[in-house]
């Protein structure tokens, strides 16, 4: 299974990684040769620097921006070092030691407008700002605006870095072949962030296959015709209370470990809109596997391309979707970490649908449910 970079470590990274190791013997030898006298606070900064030093070297392997970024990672691992040995001496990482953390943090940023975030990246740059909340740390009391203004340039640079980390990641989703901004992607690209999807081979369906998926499809029209109708739905079980929106998922959680799977007149959950008239409009239906892992049936091939979300977030109270796992690993407050789901697939019933079992973009759906509002 495919899933978004951020939340992995991306392979030209790995240089990076096997750099990093050598962090904690550099600091064992340095401590040998005379650094015992260093505050236990000034270990942790040369650390820091060492770590994002390594780190920056180590991508000069895996580079594969041209020789201008490598010549950027390596001036600022230079740079990074030279910093170590100053407070290693004793000195103040001072202006300078301010000056290249920061950079090399909004460069950071600067890279996440053209390619995703990875975890190596991340908590190499979160490794920069505690660095530089050493770095800028006071030595003699400050005056309350002094030490708020410390405190929000820190803020404001952990803000930055989650931002464009998220922008990074959906960018990259949306720009690739076959991809499509929003809830889910489409085989053969980038996912973004909470989307995870297997490998399918760039081919037309066979014919057999097309077959399959237009019988089951005809099938699934017919068998939920009757929920057109959210009474006749929610007398069968289905959850439709608060019903709003133009992507209400209706779960039936008495479907959800019957036995039954990808059976037409069974789904899972019912997705739902509701026009401009104040109509409910049935759209679509979702059928999931029983088990975390389990593979659905692509009974289509390439057509059918099942699906899975991983690091959502889980309200507690009210119990529902609140969101995707941050770039720094947190969920919002009151809610619980779902690593993966089962896999599912969508199957759209709306006639017109320009990808039945894909994705039903957000655009095709309002325009779509402007036209029901105005033949009522």
């Excluded at 970024?69 to 030691?97: E, K, T, W, Y």
């Excluded at 947190?330 to 019933?349: E, K, Y």
């Excluded at 649908?353 to 105005?374: I, N, Q, S």
Aim: with cysteine; hydrophobic share 50%.
């Amino acid at each position: 299974m495919i899933g978004s970079p951020m939340y992995q470590l991306s392979p030209e990274h790995l240089a990076g990684l096997v750099a990093l190791t050598v962090v904690p013997f550099a600091l064992w030898l340095l401590g040998r040769r005379g650094g015992r006298g260093l505050p236990p606070v000034q270990w942790v900064l040369v650390g820091l620097l060492l770590g994002s030093a390594a780190v920056h070297a180590g991508l000069l392997v895996g580079n594969d921006h041209g020789p201008a970024v490598g010549l950027l990672f390596a001036a600022d691992a230079a740079f990074l070092v030279a910093i170590a040995r100053r407070v290693l001496r004793g000195s103040p990482a001072g202006r300078l030691g301010v000056a290249v953390l920061v950079g090399s943090i909004v460069a950071y940023w600067g890279a996440m407008v053209n390619e995703p975030p990875d975890q190596l990246g991340l908590v190499t740059k979160l490794g920069e700002i505690l660095a530089l909340a050493i770095v800028i740390r006071p030595t003699v009391p400050l005056r309350r605006l002094g030490g708020f203004a410390r405190g929000l340039a820190l803020c404001l640079l952990v803000v930055g870095t989650t931002a464009t980390s998220w922008f990074g990641a959906f960018k990259v989703s949306a720009a690739e072949p076959g991809a499509i901004a929003g809830h889910h992607v489409q085989a053969g690209s980038v996912p973004p962030p909470g989307t995870i999807f297997p490998e399918v081979p760039s081919r037309d369906p066979f014919p057999a296959e097309r077959a399959a998926a237009a019988t089951f499809l005809g099938a699934t029209k017919l068998a939920l015709a009757r929920y057109a109708d959210p009474a006749v739905a929610a007398a069968a079980g289905y959850q439709l209370t608060g019903l709003h929106g133009i992507d209400f998922h209706a779960s039936n959680p008495a479907y959800e470990h019957d036995g039954r799977t990808f059976d037409p007149a069974h789904p899972e959950q019912l997705v739902y809109a509701v026009a401009a008239n104040g109509r409910p409009v049935l759209l679509g239906a979702v059928f999931q596997m029983q088990e975390i892992g389990q593979r659905g049936p692509a009974i289509g091939g390439p057509l059918t391309v099942w699906h899975a979300h991983e690091n959502v977030c889980i309200s507690l109270t009210p119990p529902g979707l609140s969101g995707l796992m941050s770039p720094l690993g947190t969920c919002p407050v009151g809610s619980i970490l779902l690593p993966r789901t089962a896999d599912m697939i969508h199957v759209w019933l709306v006639p017109g649908a320009p990808d039945p079992f894909g994705d039903l973009d957000e655009a095709w759906k309002r325009t779509y449910l402007e036209a029901v509002a105005a033949r009522r």
